[in-house]
């Protein structure tokens, strides 16, 4: 008898686990089963969200940013920006290369990347980690295009969204910094910044082995695959949430929470839309757009669970890391972190006169392209750490004494 009760008190934290995700996996088979047509229709719901949002706003992201890395562009990048990304996040230069891809493409491609500089050597454990953790932001395809003006038709409040989660984004990487240890770096002391970023340059370009089409090659048929790892998780939490809704588990969470709305004057199917958006984000929001609650109400809820990404979102950042030594603990506490940042951000900002520019409902022909906004912005976070390298790297002037004499 001592010897089964030492087994078993020896092997609980192993045993517990496994019989934990065994459970959940066959209650998500009992629940395909028991409700095949919910299931069937949720599939097809995230394989059409993975078509025509994912594919549109990652592949051409996907392919370009990892054919730069294998070119040598991102060492040569991250040289020039060493001066200005250590002082601002205390992470090497080749960081600002995927903080701007951030504002360009969504989640995951920045843990892809992050990813690949930290097996490429150029980050260490700690920046990996730190940088996967503050740059996974929403593609502004999807909050330009999908929710202000597919759910909301307003192209007004899509810079709105995007700016209010990209800049909690961005404060929760400077919260970060003060955590973790500075770092001397040698790239601060060399006077000849350009140089060495030249010889970076032609050190990790893999163009001295390998042509370019078997580069390209290679890469499209890593996006491929990735792409369909992306699927794979978007269509199976969509599944989970479509059994879940159709088992009624979503309306006893309601039941429960009702004399908390009722208390708040929260509409029920914002609570809803919160619900589904903890699981999927896309979902979610969509619930949210339908409420009738107050216009802050729902940017409210949609800054919350963008800041969340969704556990589908996390499913897909913790798989893109798998095969490194990167821990996704410090992604999860920013996800935490980033809620109440942007719950603040977003009460400040109304305090703004913004009334006229978000009541506008049409359409209107001249709003400006998701892509293209996207891209002036990361194009200006560049500029702007360019120019705090070279404000780094200019000899500075010594001050002439003045002598009085009296």
């Known amino acids: 008898m001592r010897c089964k009760n030492t087994f078993f008190s020896k092997n609980r934290k192993a045993v517990i686990a496994p019989c934990f995700f065994t459970a959940l996996c066959l209650l998500c ?5 028991c409700y095949p047509q919910a299931s069937f229709q949720a599939a097809q719901r995230g394989l059409e969200t993975w078509w025509e949002i994912v594919i549109p706003s990652l592949l051409p992201f996907f392919i370009i940013a990892e054919l730069l890395m294998n070119l040598g562009f991102v060492a040569f990048l991250g040289a020039l920006l060493e001066p200005a990304m250590r002082p601002l996040f205390n992470l090497p230069g080749s960081s600002g290369f995927i903080i701007a891809v951030s504002y360009l493409s969504g989640f995951p491609l920045c843990a892809i990347l992050s990813n690949k500089l930290r097996r490429a050597g150029l980050c260490t454990k700690n920046e990996g980690e730190r940088l996967l953790s503050f740059t996974s932001n929403a593609s502004p395809l999807f909050m330009l295009g999908a929710v202000s003006i597919g759910m ?12 209010i989660h990209y800049l909690s984004n961005l404060i929760c990487g400077l919260v970060l910094k003060t955590f973790s240890p500075s770092q001397a770096s040698a790239a601060l002391k060399k006077k000849r910044v350009l140089r060495g970023a030249l ?11 390998k042509g370019f089409g078997q580069l390209l090659g290679e890469t499209v048929r890593n996006t491929g695959l990735t792409l369909i790892t992306i699927g794979g998780f978007i269509t199976f939490f969509s599944v989970l949430v479509g059994i879940l809704q159709e088992a009624g588990i979503f309306n006893l969470l309601l039941q429960l ?15 809803q839309g919160i619900f589904y958006g903890f699981f999927e984000i896309t979902i979610g929001i969509k619930e949210v757009s339908n409420s009738s609650s107050d216009l802050l109400a729902q940017l409210l809820a949609i800054e919350v669970l963008l800041a969340w990404n969704g556990l589908a979102i996390q499913a897909q950042v913790t798989g893109m890391i798998m095969d490194s030594d990167l821990m996704a603990t410090k992604y999860f506490l920013t996800r935490l972190l980033q809620i109440p940042v942007a719950i603040l951000i ?12 978000l009541a506008v409902k049409a359409i209107s022909g001249a ?9 002036a912005v990361a194009l200006l976070s560049m500029i702007i750490f360019l120019v ?19």
């Open 346 to 357: 977003t009460f400040l900002v109304f305090l703004l006169p913004l009334e006229e520019m």
């Open 257 to 271: 929470f009702y004399p908390l709305t009722v208390f708040l004057n929260i509409d029920t199917s914002l609570l």
């Open 367 to 375: 709003s400006i392209s998701p892509l293209l906004w996207g891209g």
């Open 152 to 163: 909301y038709g307003n192209p007004a409040l899509g810079p709105l969204i995007a700016g």
């Open 388 to 406: 705090l390298s070279l404000g780094h790297c200019l000899p500075k002037i010594p001050r002439k004494k003045i002598i009085i004499i009296r």
């Open 199 to 209: 010889k970076a340059f032609a050190a990790s370009s893999q163009l001295r082995t």
């Open 29 to 33: 088979a009992l629940g395909i089963i």
